[in-house]
């Protein structure tokens, strides 16, 4: 009996001290992540916080304004139209590649060469996008670019790609779908791969044909996976600044001038106060659009 | 759905994808006048090497080259050795601290990373660091996104093989190193697929955070052409300076396209990984 207390008080105390070592661990774990998380991602966010409550134009000191940078922004025609512009890429992009994404992954579920075809699919998702927008201004001139040669070859008028505000906006929609579409597509095949497949079986014993087993299965069951895609598109275009960046230079007339470019305006010039508002307004505006369209996804995965 | 149907649109969409590469490295080995006039035409014999030659003459792109591979390989080991390690604690261990730790990198998830472009170039030039290889490297280093990720994948570890080890003696750091690494390696390769392309064509912090033609990585170099050609700086020969930029642009893609090539896989796993999250 003794002999047995002893040896439970030996494991005991063995335990406490590898209790102690495991309790240190974590931390040592976790810190390289929260120091460079503490000193490039939260200080940040809490100085632009702070900042964009001064008139600071990057020297001097510090001179509150209270809200003024906020009041300057939201009745600033240029704030709200590059708040409309990258509204306007969001119609553009998201709904368009919603449904493109979704046909093809449904495409791609059961079909043959699968592998070949996601491969081809997501290759545009890794390209050096300043190489290919580089590629898109050339591809997409007016004068001498290969796809209004193309248009005119098959007896189409020519377009102002890159040279009128609308179709800039086009351009650069579909430099972002061509870059990103394979993207979503490879995200709802994984969504799809969770469907199992006795749940078709099922709809079809009940006479379900193919559209309806589209609609009533497959699109409520991948809502999550859909409303991730909307998210990730969401992020997307309204942080949306190299396309347009390279491509158009945000023009013709600032037609293209997203809400990035915009906020990049304010460090060319030195505006870094009002800079660090519109950084503000944009957390704002895309957390609620993101959480507005999960909340639509959602509403109908309910009903 | 019907089967022409299905494959003729994998088909189209395919082509659609890969068309746009295609012509670009296909039309770098043509003349300028040929690229205008010919677009979609390609003569085997009619090959040249001139847009290659006349590009290294007007970008030092081997500087550009240089610096992205410093970027790439300094902020790419952090992230894989300190994603994991973090990702590590957050599964396995119960800490103090942890749920609000946690939290905060599920909230910087949703953060749109442009709100950062201010304060952190002010940090940059209160630290005097404008300019430098750190200032490219540290911030966006181990990031959120890769904790969350190499958590979900470690959570999958069974805990008894980690108290088996301990039972042996193994310390903390060895049963990570020696168990949970060669676990995960699946895990670790679609985060190294995905952290190399995502270094290797970062834009918008790297145009931000450096000013000098030493420290520019290769994206950035590669914008700085585009806008010469915008603004028409570099004169009237449009023809010589769109082989110039396809020859550029073909150049950067080659090294993210053969590690595609080879790992396709691990990105596509990676990818799909990161979605049942979701």
């Not at chain 2, 950035?220 to 009237?236: D, T, Y």
Request: hydrophobic share 55%; proline share 4%.
């Amino acid at each position: 009996m003794a002999t047995l207390t002893e040896a439970t008080a030996t494991r005991r105390s063995a335990h406490r001290v590898r209790r102690r070592r495991v309790k240190a661990a974590p931390y040592l774990f976790v810190a390289p992540f929260v120091l460079v998380f503490a000193a490039f991602s939260a200080y940040p966010i809490f100085f632009a916080l702070q900042l964009s409550f001064t008139d600071w134009h990057g020297a001097g000191a510090l001179k509150i304004t209270g809200l003024a940078n906020y009041r300057y922004l939201l009745t600033s025609p240029d704030f709200w139209q590059s708040m409309a512009t990258s509204g306007a890429l969001w119609l553009l992009v998201v709904p368009a590649q919603v449904m493109l994404a979704l046909t093809i992954a449904v495409a791609l579920r059961k079909a043959r060469f699968r592998g070949l075809f996601s491969a081809a699919l997501i290759a545009p998702f890794v390209t050096p996008l300043v190489a290919m927008a580089q590629v898109w201004i050339i591809l997409f001139d007016q004068d001498f670019g290969a796809v209004n040669h193309g248009l005119s070859s098959i007896g189409l008028p020519t377009i102002g790609w890159l040279t009128t505000s609308a179709w800039a906006k086009v351009t650069v929609a579909l430099l972002v779908l061509w870059r990103t579409t394979g993207y979503a597509v490879i995200l709802l095949m994984a969504g799809l791969s969770t469907i199992p497949a006795d749940v078709y079986e099922a709809a079809r014993i009940d006479g379900a044909g193919a559209w309806q087993q589209f609609w009533s299965i497959t699109v409520p069951l991948v809502t999550r996976t859909l409303s991730f895609v909307v998210v990730i598109g969401t992020l997307t275009v309204f942080q949306l600044f190299a396309e347009p960046y390279v491509v158009t230079g945000g023009g013709p007339f600032n037609a293209t001038r997203t809400a990035g470019l915009y906020l990049y305006k304010h460090i060319t010039n030195s505006d870094l106060g009002l800079g660090a508002a519109n950084s503000m307004l944009l957390v704002v505006m895309v957390l609620a659009l993101s959480l507005a369209s999960i909340r639509l996804l959602r509403s109908r995965e309910d009903s | 759905m019907k089967s022409v149907g299905r494959y003729g649109l994998l088909t189209v969409a395919g082509v659609i994808s890969l068309a746009p590469l295609l012509w670009m490295m296909a039309s770098s080995l043509k003349t300028g006048g040929d690229i205008i006039a010919r677009p979609f035409s390609f003569d085997p014999g009619q090959l040249t090497l001139t847009n290659f030659r006349s590009m290294l003459d007007t970008i030092p792109i081997g500087t550009g080259f240089r610096n992205t591979a410093i970027v790439v390989v300094v902020k790419g080991a952090l992230t894989m050795v300190f994603c994991p390690m973090a990702g590590f604690a957050f599964a396995k261990y119960a800490f103090p601290g942890k749920r609000v730790l946690f939290a905060t990198v599920l909230t910087t998830l949703m953060l749109p990373t442009l709100v950062l472009l201010i304060p952190l170039l002010l940090e940059m030039s209160q630290l005097g660091w404008v300019s430098t290889f750190q200032a490219l490297i540290l911030p966006g280093a181990i990031d959120a996104f890769g904790v969350f990720w190499m958590r979900q994948v470690i959570l999958a570890i069974p805990d008894e093989l980690l108290d088996a080890a301990r039972v042996d003696g193994a310390g903390e750091l060895r049963i990570f190193a020696s168990i949970v690494l060669p676990v995960i390696r699946p895990g670790l390769a679609a985060l190294g697929v995905l952290t190399f392309i995502n270094i290797y064509n970062d834009f918008v912090w790297p145009v931000v955070a450096v000013n000098d033609e030493q420290h520019q990585t290769l994206q950035v170099m590669l914008s700085a052409l585009a806008q010469n050609i915008r603004s028409g700086q570099l004169g009237a020969d449009w023809t010589s300076v769109w082989g110039q930029l396809l020859a550029a642009s073909t150049v950067a893609a080659i090294p993210v396209l053969v590690v595609f090539v080879f790992l396709q896989r691990h990105l596509i796993k990676g990818v799909m990984a990161g979605s049942l999250k979701g």
